[in-house]
T-cell receptor
């Protein structure tokens, strides 16, 4: 079964880049990689998603390894507001539809 | 404010009872997703609907069911409630099946 593995927690200094890793060694060719984050006491928030190529948006960049067995979410300049739990998620085909496999999340602490 | 409305915000009920959680998606969004987040745990994907049809399914219990109505709002029905069903239940919506999803603030269910 598809699975994602993330470190439990990471720390970063404010204004510095943050690289959040995710392993998904069992990924198959059609599985999309999503990232969401959840700020304290709030609902989750979409960050970015991709399939094979690296992706950039206003919030972050997603770097996907060539073999697709891992990916890295990159926050270019961490701010205090980026302190959250970051979830790496696979969208996998399942019995004619899809399902979403969530990792346990990485709690990011940003130091002022 | 994400534009996704969930009601009620809080719900306290007894074991064995049945409850219905309601979600109004953002205007124009065709997809609705349901997630469960137990205390101190990560997000668990339950189910996704797109324009009234089920499109993805997670580890949703048989005691739980959902539907999306013609006006695109969705309801999550939880029956034969157990103490372990106490959790935050999030609804999210997106324009397409595979686009950025926006989350509501959640319904906190407490089973006593």
């Amino acid at each position: 079964d598809a699975k994602t593995t993330q470190p439990n927690s990471m720390e970063s200094n404010e204004e510095e880049p943050v690289h959040l890793p995710c392993n998904h060694s069992t990924i198959s060719g059609t599985d999309y990689i999503h990232w969401y984050r959840q700020l304290p006491s709030q609902g989750p928030e979409y960050v970015i998603h991709g399939l094979t190529s690296n992706v950039n948006n206003r919030m972050a960049s997603l770097a996907i390894a060539e073999d697709r067995k891992s990916s890295t979410l990159i926050l270019h300049r961490a701010t205090l507001r980026d302190a959250a739990v970051y979830y790496c998620i696979l969208r996998v085909p399942s019995r004619g539809t899809y399902k979403y496999i969530f990792g346990t999340g990485t709690r990011l602490k940003v130091l002022a | 404010d994400s534009g996704v409305t969930q009601t009620p915000k809080h719900l306290i009920t007894a074991t064995g009872q049945r409850v219905t959680l309601r979600c109004s998606p953002r205007s124009g969004d065709l997809s609705v997703y349901w997630y469960q987040q137990s205390l101190d745990q990560g997000l668990q994907f339950l189910i996704q609907y797109y324009n009234g049809e089920e499109r993805a399914k997670g580890n949703i219990l048989e005691r739980f069911s959902a539907q999306q109505f013609p006006d695109l709002h969705s309801e999550l029905n939880l029956s034969s409630l157990e103490l372990g069903d106490s959790a935050l239940y999030f609804c999210a919506s997106s324009v397409g099946e595979y686009t950025e999803a926006f989350f509501g603030q959640g319904t906190r269910l407490t089973v006593v």
